[in-house]
C-alpha cells in the first residue's frame, strides 16, 4: 500500500487493552498473568471472543499458543505472521506483549475495513508464555515452535511448586502431542512483533517509531553457594561458613564488571535470591541467586559470563563453600532481516512518522521466531521507559502509530490480491 487510507479504531483498542487487564491476580493497576493461571486462562478466552466477533478463525496448539488466521487469495502461499504474548510478570504493567496481540488484531481489523485484500494470508500469533515467570524459562511458545525447546525439554520442566509443565498444561485444557508444536523452517514468509520499548530511548528522542536492527544475546545462570548454617547468636564468626555474604560480594562485582566494561553497554542483572533457611536468628546455609548477562555481542556475553564464574569459584574457595554455577540458557543475538526493516520504515514514512533504528536489549518471542522465517520488530515509547511495572505506558497515540505502521508493513510483505 503507498498510500496511508486506514482508520485505527484506537477507542475500541484502549477499551479492549483495558479490559484484558483487569484478567489479573494483582489488583489495578498492577496485571499479574502467570501461564495457565486462571487469569490466564480468563485472558485467552477474551482474545477468542474478540476474533469470533472479528469474523476470524482462530486455533491453538498443544501448549497453548494461539493462531488467528486472515486467509489471503493464494492459500498456498506461506502467510505473514504478527503477534506477541499476554502473559504479564508479577505487577506488572498493561502493554507489555498485549499491544503486539490486540494491536496486531485492529492492524488486521483496519485493513479490511479499508478493502485491503491480501495475496498471502496473514496470521496473528498469541505466544505462550514469553516470560519466564512459571517455569524459569522465557519464550516457550517460539522456542517449541523453533523446535529449540523440543518435548523432552518441555517434560523436565517444573514449577516452583513442583509440578510439571506437561501436567499443567493438561491441566489448563491443552492436550495435543508436544510434537506437533514445531513449525518447519519456512512455515511463515516473514513474522514482524509490535512491542512498547521498555526503554527511554524513543521518549528521549522524541520519535513515534523504533525500527529494530537487532535483539541483544541473553544468558540467565543460577549460583548456589553452600556452607553451615546455625544459631545466630550461638556460632562465633571466626567458625562461620556463612554463604549469604559470598553472595552478596559477587553480585557486587557482577554490578561492577557490567557498569566498567569497555564495551560500555554491558548489562548484568541479579534479580532472584533464596535464602535458606530464611529466618532472621538463624545463618543461612544455602544461598541461590540469578544472573542475567546480556549484550549484543555474544563475546561480551560471554566474557561477562565467565567472568562471573570465575569469581564465583575464587569466592567459595576463599570462604570454604560449596559452589554450583548452572547456565540455564544462553541464546544467540539476532539481526533483524534487511527487507522487513525496509518494509517497516517504508510504512513509517508512508504514515508521515518518523523513525529511529534501535537494537531491542530486552528478549523477545521475535528471537526464535526467527529460526523459522525472517523477522523484524516495531516499538512504540514508553513512558520513562517504564516496563514490567504498574507504571508502564503508553500513550493511546503512540499505540495508535504503532498499529498504523504495523498495518502498513503487512499489507506490504503479504501483498495485494489482484482484482477479481
Excluded at 9 to 17: G, P, V
Aim: charged fraction near 20%; proline fraction near 6%; charge should be negative.
Amino acid at each position: 500500500m503507498n498510500t496511508h487510507p486506514l482508520s485505527i479504531n484506537l477507542d475500541r483498542l484502549m477499551d479492549e487493552i483495558e479490559t484484558l487487564s483487569h484478567f489479573s491476580d494483582a489488583p489495578p493497576p498492577a496485571v499479574t498473568r502467570i501461564l495457565y493461571s486462571e487469569a490466564d486462562l480468563a485472558a485467552r478466552t477474551f482474545l477468542r471472543q474478540l476474533v469470533d466477533e472479528a469474523g476470524l478463525d482462530w486455533r491453538t496448539d498443544a501448549i497453548g499458543n494461539t493462531f488467528i488466521r486472515w486467509p489471503g487469495a493464494e492459500p498456498d502461499l506461506p502467510p505473514v505472521a504478527t503477534g506477541s504474548h499476554i502473559d504479564a510478570v508479577p505487577f506488572a504493567g498493561k502493554y507489555d506483549g498485549v499491544v503486539g496481540v490486540l494491536g496486531a488484531l485492529e492492524a488486521v481489523r483496519s485493513l479490511r475495513a479499508a478493502g485491503f485484500r491480501p495475496r498471502r494470508g496473514v496470521e496473528i500469533v498469541m505466544l505462550t508464555a514469553e516470560e519466564p515467570t512459571r517455569f524459569g524459562l522465557g519464550c516457550v511458545g517460539s522456542r517449541a515452535l523453533a523446535g529449540v525447546t523440543g518435548p523432552e525439554a518441555l517434560v523436565a520442566l517444573r514449577d516452583a511448586t513442583g509440578l510439571a509443565f506437561d501436567d499443567v498444561r493438561r491441566s489448563a485444557g491443552f492436550s495435543g502431542e508436544l510434537a506437533g508444536v514445531a513449525l518447519n523452517p519456512g512455515h511463515y514468509r516473514a513474522f514482524v512483533e509490535l512491542h512498547v520499548e521498555q526503554g527511554p530511548e524513543l521518549e528521549r528522542a522524541a520519535v513515534p517509531i523504533g525500527v529494530v536492527t537487532g535483539i541483544a544475546a541473553s544468558t540467565t545462570a543460577f549460583v548456589t553457594f553452600q556452607g553451615d548454617g546455625g544459631h545466630a547468636g550461638t556460632v562465633l564468626m571466626s567458625l562461620r561458613r556463612d554463604p549469604l555474604p559470598a553472595a552478596c560480594e559477587l553480585a557486587l562485582a557482577v554490578e561492577a564488571a557490567a557498569r566498567t566494561h569497555p564495551a560500555g553497554d554491558a548489562v548484568a542483572t541479579v534479580g532472584i535470591v533464596e535464602v535458606h533457611p530464611g529466618a532472621s536468628n538463624s545463618i543461612p546455609s544455602q544461598v541461590r541467586f540469578s544472573i542475567d548477562v546480556r549484550n549484543q555481542d555474544m563475546q561480551v556475553r560471554d566474557q561477562l559470563l565467565q567472568h562471573f564464574q570465575t569469581m564465583a569459584e575464587e569466592i567459595a574457595a576463599r570462604r570454604q563453600l560449596e559452589q554450583r554455577f548452572q547456565v540455564v540458557n544462553s541464546d544467540h543475538a539476532l539481526r533483524c532481516d534487511p527487507q522487513i526493516i525496509e518494509a517497516v520504515t517504508g510504512a513509517v514514512v508512508a504514515a508521515g512518522l518518523r523513525y529511529k533504528l534501535l537494537v531491542s536489549r530486552a528478549y523477545h518471542d521475535t528471537v526464535f521466531m526467527g529460526q523459522i522465517c525472517p523477522v523484524g520488530m516495531i516499538f512504540i515509547p514508553s513512558r520513562g521507559g517504564y516496563s514490567h511495572r504498574p507504571e508502564e505506558y503508553s500513550s493511546p497515540e503512540e499505540i495508535g502509530n504503532g498499529v498504523t505502521v504495523l498495518a502498513l508493513t503487512l499489507a506490504e510483505l503479504a501483498g495485494r490480491a489482484a482484482s477479481p
